[in-house]
């Protein structure tokens, strides 16, 4: 057949919604598809803005007069903050909402809140969802009002994205390892459920990692997810082999339910991160974490702890990634 | 009376099309002459139907008389019309309306309404289990005394599988069809078909075994029940496997006929691109090997009927994350397109596409096949198959939860005629 893809769909759908005409990013909703170029400039911005951590005033003008939202359908403390100490060092104006369920049970719609929220002059939305895909049900809402003055970033929808965790967990690694393309990398857990491992798997893939390993028992591991790049391992002492960087995932407790894990005491037992296991890999592999940590159920404290543990780097590299992320978006670096 | 006249039109057979044309003459609703005139002939209407190409009328056996989502909305009439703009003059609605067809009142209200309308036949489907809940069994004998052509669950599992026995041995006592979804009640969730593109979007998916597993419970059930086995028509499969697992059912000749939904021919969960709610289907889109078999199985008779499985879903049901989202898309009225693209990308004839919702979809209607032959009854579509039409907004009216809305399909319906009649013509 001459044909291999429906004419509809191949001009539907092909407008990567988080590209500008230009190529340059409009809204950040994934890392899949954002070019090596792309992801470096995004670090190498985050790297200017760290050096700020050293001084008095940590703050720059890059944001003032600008109001971002963070709009939360999710509980979050962690990110939510880092979005938000990002925001005030760039001197942006910030607007916290918890919205969880409660505008939608009063029988608002989605799109109703984010017109309002659009109503007020809001320049950028840092939004979490429930759902794979809400960002981009939001940015088509917002471009077909005709609204590309408001930028999108995804803070984490459902099981899909989580690109800025992805992006600091990108810059962890270079920070400490300098050269992705000789890397071994290991994600450990529940990759089902989790939009860090997706977003971490789609960034080293372009960053040229050549080995991209993840770790799990079957019932954690989403079907054909060996297509997107990924070396798959049920067994944990033979997936950490020369590995030099491991990302353990956390482990949600509801996953003991519905037949997906027998306990926690097996799966750490199977697949937490003990010394032992460590010993596995590279001597001087990286360990990192998104956080929260669940200590004795997928990392034990002695690693969590321990000095190749890189989880409260991390945290700090994650305001400086988010600072690049919207300074890049509104325009405020080159 | 009316008596009209069709001339110069290519005619659609089961398996090819007419390279000639015909004249058809038509008297008191029945075809009564072809290429000579009957006795006392007086066209008060004259067609010219020059180029293009003359089929018996489409039969729609999904098709959906209320808005999903939102209100319930009745849109009987709406969507009747657009079926016959559509060439399609019969259609099957399945049980599961506000509310839901398992009272004989229900039935007798929904015919003798749609009846008034004139527009398409409405065969209605009763519920097989009380509201849908397989627990209870629906009054199956009184319901088809007062009109179900068929009893099913709509896209409701019955998780019991002792209910689901009895319900197959209860309705083959009166000689009723069922029609059934392959589901299984505990796999079948998700709103793409598993795989890569599923786990890369994150999006609950639904596994192909969702399918094959309710199959094979099926096909163990029919044959412990050997010949007092009812007939079974299975709605809308999606996979390959499962188009493999029917051919091979029909090999040991288990009474059944099946379907698959028009867009499982064309779509495939690619399409959904970046989280398109256009395109969540239930059962939902799987991979271009699936829509290749699905293809294949159609052209040899495996699946008996293509539907559209039409439903209409309120603007705001469409405008959430695609896993809240309500499944389905309007089409009844471009079933006849859809086909006629599915006929063009495979290379094959008009004809043969055709077939599936024509006269094999007639067939498990109970109908009798069509035949250009004096006597048959005068349902008839016309249609320009070289000529294209684009689905814009304004074109495809309110509820545009379609796939393809602003993008062109070929053909075009001129004419559809009921019972003799034109019950539509377009404008030119």
């Known amino acids: ?334 | 009376m009316s008596q009209l006249l069709i001339q110069n039109a290519r005619l659609v057979h089961a398996s090819h099309t007419d390279i000639t044309s015909s004249d058809i003459y038509i008297q008191d609703g029945l075809i009564t002459g072809i290429n000579q005139a009957p006795n006392n002939f007086y066209a008060t209407q004259t067609i010219d139907a020059k180029n293009q190409l003359l089929s018996f009328a489409l039969a729609d056996l999904s098709t959906r008389l209320q808005e999903k989502g939102g209100n319930h909305r009745d849109l009987s009439q709406t969507v009747l019309t657009a079926a016959i703009t559509g060439g399609v003059a019969h259609i099957a609605v399945p049980p599961d309306s506000r509310p839901i067809l398992d009272e004989p009142n229900l039935i007798r209200l929904l015919t003798n309404k749609t009846h008034a309308l004139n527009l398409a036949k409405v065969h209605p489907i009763g519920a097989l289990t009380q509201g849908l809940k397989g627990e209870q069994l629906a009054e199956l004998a009184t319901l088809a005394e007062n009109g179900c052509i068929a009893f099913g669950q709509a896209d409701i599992p019955i998780k019991n599988t002792q209910v689901l026995q009895r319900a197959l041995a209860y309705a083959a006592s009166f000689n009723l069809p069922v029609w059934l979804r392959a589901q299984d009640a505990n796999l079948g969730n998700g709103v793409i078909g598993s795989g890569a593109y599923a786990s890369r979007l994150g999006l609950p998916s639904m596994s192909v075994s969702a399918e094959t597993i309710a199959l094979h419970t099926l096909f163990e059930l029919l044959h412990s029940m050997g010949k007092d086995a009812p007939s079974v028509h299975i709605c809308r499969i999606s996979s390959a496997r499962s188009a493999e697992l029917i051919r091979t059912a029909k090999k040991e000749k288990l009474p059944i006929t099946c379907d698959v939904n028009i867009h499982h021919l064309h779509l495939i969960d690619t399409d959904m691109g970046y989280f398109n709610s256009q395109f969540v289907f239930n059962p939902p889109l799987r991979q271009s090997t699936d829509r290749a078999a699905l293809r294949a199985a159609v052209l040899d008779g495996t699946i008996d009927v293509v539907v559209s499985d039409h439903v209409a879903v309120d603007f705001d049901s469409k405008q959430l994350p695609v896993g809240q989202s309500q499944s389905g898309a309007v089409g009844v009225q471009w079933l006849l397109n859809l086909l006629v693209l599915f006929a063009q990308e495979s290379r094959i004839d008009v004809a043969l596409a055709l077939a599936p919702a024509v006269s094999r979809a007639y067939a498990v209607l109970g109908l009798p096949t069509p035949i250009w032959q004096k006597g048959s009854l005068a349902h008839l579509v016309l249609f320009d198959d070289t000529a294209h039409q684009t689905l814009s907004k304004k074109y495809v009216g309110e509820h545009h939860n379609t796939p393809y809305l602003d993008y062109e399909l070929p053909a075009q319906v001129s004419m559809t005629i009921i019972n003799g009649r034109v019950s539509y013509q377009k404008l030119t």
């Open chain 1, 1 to 334: 057949m001459s044909q291999t893809k429906a004419p509809w769909t191949s001009l539907r759908n092909s407008r990567n919604p988080q590209l500008k005409p230009d190529g340059k990013l409009q809204h950040l909703l994934t890392l899949e598809g954002l070019s090596r170029k792309t992801l470096h400039h995004i670090l190498d911005t985050a790297e200017s803005f760290l050096s700020l951590n050293n001084h008095d005033v940590k703050k720059v003008p890059l944001l003032r007069g600008k109001s971002i939202f963070n709009i939360f359908f999710e509980n979050s403390t962690r990110t939510r903050t880092t979005f938000e100490i990002a925001a005030n060092r760039l001197s942006a104006d910030i607007v916290n909402l918890n919205i969880e369920a409660s505008s939608t049970s009063k029988g608002e719609t989605l799109l109703d809140t984010v017109d309002n929220l659009a109503a007020m002059h809001a320049d950028m939305f840092v939004i979490r969802h429930n759902q794979s895909g809400t960002p981009y049900l939001i940015a088509e809402h917002l471009n077909r009002l005709r609204k590309d003055d408001i930028h999108i970033i995804n803070a984490g929808d459902g099981q899909h994205a989580h690109p800025t965790q992805g992006l600091l967990d990108m810059y962890t690694i270079r920070h400490y390892k300098k050269d992705f393309t000789q890397l071994r990398v290991a994600i450990i857990g529940d990759i089902m459920h989790s939009r860090v491992a997706r977003s971490d798997i789609h960034a080293l893939t372009t960053l040229g990692v050549p080995e991209v390993r993840i770790i799990g028992p079957q019932t954690l591991l989403p079907s054909g997810i060996a297509q997107m790049g990924a070396h798959v391992y049920h067994n944990m002492n033979e997936g950490l082999k020369d590995v030099d960087v491991i990302i353990m995932l956390r482990l949600q407790r509801e996953r003991m339910y519905g037949a997906l894990l027998p306990s926690e005491a097996e799966y750490f037992k199977y697949y937490g991160l003990t010394p032992n296991k460590l010993a596995l890999a590279a001597p001087d592999a990286i360990v990192m974490h998104p956080g929260p940590i669940n200590r004795g159920v997928e990392i034990a404290s002695e690693v969590a702890d321990g000095h190749q543990a890189v989880i409260l780097p991390q945290v700090s590299f994650g305001i400086a990634v988010r600072m690049a992320v919207m300074a890049i978006l509104s325009g405020g670096t080159a």
